[in-house]
């Protein structure tokens, strides 16, 4: 009898007012192929998330080697020996295979350095074993998004995974290229690695799955085991799932527990200030006559100190209210005053990778010296930054982007943007903008606060108004 490595105990999670998952129940043993299909937004994406700490169960367990797996990030899910592959694979472009393969490990604890031969040596046996038609000193940005993923494959399985997750790969794949990744799943089934492969439509690899649970509407509609799924099958089925009713007409609207709540809070520049963000949510605190601005972002990053009131993160209440005990919570800051967060003498490579807090550049890194390396190569390409850049050398957009961009591995659930409508300038603004929303579907809250109010309007979903560090009603024109 296999040996169970990862289980879904009833588990349920809510991301949003309408998105969230009931009762899931997964088994996946050792060497085995699971596959899991449900149209987009049947909660797929969202099972796959739990894996890297993208989403917090609210009921129920996730259990990994018969123990309980709450993981923090993705960084904690790969030292637990659990990957996931997704469209945006974390090659660094600019190096080659060997380079990704053998110099930019991803686990601090089994980081080592190989010279260049061996790693060309051994990346080349690597991939004829698989039967990858590819050579090490090949550059990753010259590979196709098959070669990539790939390439990824190969990445991971040297790591000894436990399990590897592909989510939405399959839809454009050829017939051979289908063939080739069978082999590829085979060889590592055969050394016990399980295979979780995620889709949103049926796809020819599954015939070699030894079972598939559709996703529908956030819970599991019906498991097959090998031999009962065919194309009509399945088809029929999703296609059943799709005429049926949207969420937001069969969910309870009630509200969920807001993720951050701030209770009369009164510091030496605001008065009885109360706030509450939920999950997904952009909430806008217009400063109107620039009294308070600063002073709420101190405070709901732990820099004020809370003179009265409340202030409580994912339920629980901070009786000290710090830098450290926010940060715990994954609470991120950006600042767009004259990009006040970053070091101005530090390279890119060292901005990404610290947490700066104010501009008295109190500050906690994120990462271990030896990894900081592959941290900036996760973001460099959203950056367009080159690692030893000193920041004060970047114009105003890239020094945004790093600000942003420190958060990328951080996954963040809550984001404070001060002033993004700093001096007026439309581009960074409409950055932003994209960037929370795009962040707002991934699980995470953002608060803005700005003294420009057609801006507030426009990318909040609610808005607190301020006038000399009180709460007041909005103005007659909104």
Known sequence: MKTEVLRYNNVCARFSE????????????????????????????????????RGHVSSGTIDYQKSPYVPTDILDANENKIF????????????????????????VRSFSVYSEKTANEETNRVLEEFGIGLSADMLCSTLTRFEKMLVELVKISIQRPRIIVLYDFLADFSPRMIELLKRVFRMLVKDGVSIIVAINEYAEIIDDFDKLYIVTEGHIGKTLYRGEFGQKTITEFLRTDAASATWSEKRNKTPSEPYLRLQNACTNAIKDLSIEVYESEIVGVYDSDYSCGEEISRL????????????????????????????????????????????????????????????????????????????????????????NEICQDLDDKKQLLLQLSRWQLFNP??????????????????????????????????IVISSNLNYVKRICDRIVYMKSGTMCNPPISS
């Not at 088994?27 to 998330?49: D, H, P, Q, Y």
């Not at 472009?93 to 060997?98: H, K, P, R, T, V």
């Not at 005053?337 to 500050?363: C, I, M, S, Y």
């Open 18 to 53: 309408v998105e969230r998952l009931d009762d899931i129940n997964i088994t996946v043993c050792e060497g085995e192929m699971v596959g899991l299909i449900g149209l987009k937004g049947a909660g797929v994406m969202r099972i796959v998330n739990l894996l890297e700490g």
């Open 84 to 107: 996931v592959i997704r469209r945006d694979v974390t090659l660094l472009l600019d190096f080659s295979i060997a380079e990704n393969l053998f110099l930019m490990r991803r686990s």
């Open 300 to 387: 709901l990053v732990g820099d004020r100190a809370l003179v009265r009131g409340d202030y409580f993160v994912a339920g629980e209440r901070l009786k000290n209210v710090t830098c450290s005990a926010v940060l715990k919570h994954k609470v991120g800051f950006v600042s767009c005053l004259e990009n006040a967060l970053l070091f101005p003498g530090l390279t890119a490579q060292e901005n990404a990778t610290v947490v700066v807090w104010d501009r008295t550049h109190k500050h906690r890194f994120l990462f271990k010296e030896k990894f900081c390396r592959f941290a900036f190569g996760q973001i460099r390409d959203y950056t367009g930054v080159e690692r």
């Open 413 to 446: 659930k809550l984001l404070i943007v001060e002033r993004p409508f700093m001096n007026g300038d439309v581009v960074q603004a409409q950055m932003i903008q994209d960037y929370l929303v795009a962040k707002t579907k991934e699980g995470c809250s953002s």
